[in-house]
C-alpha cells in the first residue's frame, strides 16, 4: 500500500542556515505530494504541493521536487528563520478515495 | 481553500464520558474527515464523514467508539465514547477543496486537545 518515510527528528538548526528534511514515497500511480506544517498548538496548514513528476512546489521560502525517479519530494530552505520552528509532515494522496496518508512527523527548531 | 472552526478548542473529561466535537467550515464541501493525532505521533484517519449516509470508518475505529454526524455539507460532528486516558489525542477535522489543475487539498481545522483523567 501507500505510504510516507521521513527523516526523524528533531532537527536542530541555527538561525539563517540551510533546511532539508528528507522524505521518500511508496504509492501505486501517480499520487499528489504534500508538506504540510504544525506550529505549536496549532493545527496543520498545507504549506505546498505538486501533482506530478518534477512539478515543484514553493511557499515561504520553502520548496519541494517531486522526484519520481528516487520517489521523493525533500523539503528545502535556504535559510530558515526561528519563526520556522514546527513539526513538518509529509503527505501524499492518490488513488479514488483522495485519502492523505502522513509521514511521522519532523521538528525543526531553529535557534537564534 | 477553506476556514474551519473547531468547538470545544481543548478539553478535560473524566473517564468514561463522552465528548462531542464540532466542526464547521465556511463553504459547502462535498468531503470532511476526521483525524486523530496521539501526543507526538503522526496523523490517523478515523473516518469520512459523508454528508446524508453513514461515515466510513478506517481499520481499527468503530462507529460505536467515535459515532459521526453529517447532517449538511458545512457542519460535521465526532462524539469520542466511553472515553479512556488512550483516547487523549489532539482530534482534526479536515476538508477536502478543489484546488488549481483539477488537483484536491486539504485544509484542516486548528483541532480539539482532549485530556481524559
Known amino acids: 500500500g501507500n505510504s510516507v518515510t521521513q527523516m526523524e527528528g528533531p532537527v536542530t538548526l541555527s538561525e539563517e542556515a540551510f533546511l532539508t528534511i528528507n522524505c521518500t514515497y511508496t504509492?501505486?500511480?501517480?499520487?499528489?505530494l504534500f508538506w504540510y506544517v504544525q506550529y505549536p498548538g496549532e493545527g496543520l496548514q498545507l504549506l505546498l504541493k505538486?501533482?506530478?513528476?518534477?512539478d515543484k512546489g514553493s511557499n515561504k521560502g520553502f520548496e519541494a521536487t517531486y522526484r519520481k525517479e528516487t520517489t521523493s519530494f525533500h523539503l528545502e530552505k535556504g535559510s530558515v528563520q526561528v519563526s520556522d520552528s514546527a513539526v513538518y509532515f509529509c503527505?501524499?494522496?492518490?488513488?479514488?478515495?483522495?485519502?492523505?496518508?502522513f509521514g511521522t512527523g519532523t521538528l525543526l527548531a531553529v535557534q537564534p | 481553500s477553506a476556514v474551519i472552526s473547531q468547538k470545544p478548542s481543548r478539553d478535560i473529561c473524566q473517564r468514561g464520558t463522552s465528548l462531542t466535537i464540532q466542526c464547521q467550515v465556511d463553504s459547502q464541501v462535498t468531503m470532511m474527515f476526521w483525524y486523530r493525532q496521539q501526543p507526538g505521533q503522526s496523523l490517523t484517519l478515523i473516518a469520512t464523514?459523508?454528508?446524508?449516509?453513514?461515515?466510513?470508518?478506517e481499520s481499527g475505529f468503530v462507529i460505536d467508539k467515535f459515532p459521526i454526524s453529517r447532517p449538511n455539507l458545512t457542519f460535521s460532528t465526532l462524539t469520542v465514547s466511553n472515553m479512556s486516558p488512550e483516547d487523549s489525542s489532539i482530534y482534526l477535522c479536515?476538508?477536502?477543496?478543489?484546488?488549481?489543475?483539477?488537483?484536491?487539498?486539504?485544509?484542516f481545522g486548528p483541532g480539539t486537545r482532549l485530556t481524559v483523567t
Open positions: 464523514a459523508n454528508q446524508g449516509s453513514e461515515a466510513t470508518y
Open positions: 479536515s476538508v477536502e477543496t478543489s484546488g488549481t489543475s483539477g488537483t484536491y487539498e486539504q485544509y
Open positions: 505538486a501533482t506530478k513528476a518534477d
Open positions: 504509492a501505486t500511480g501517480y499520487p499528489s
Open positions: 503527505a501524499l494522496n492518490g488513488g479514488a478515495t483522495n485519502k492523505l496518508i
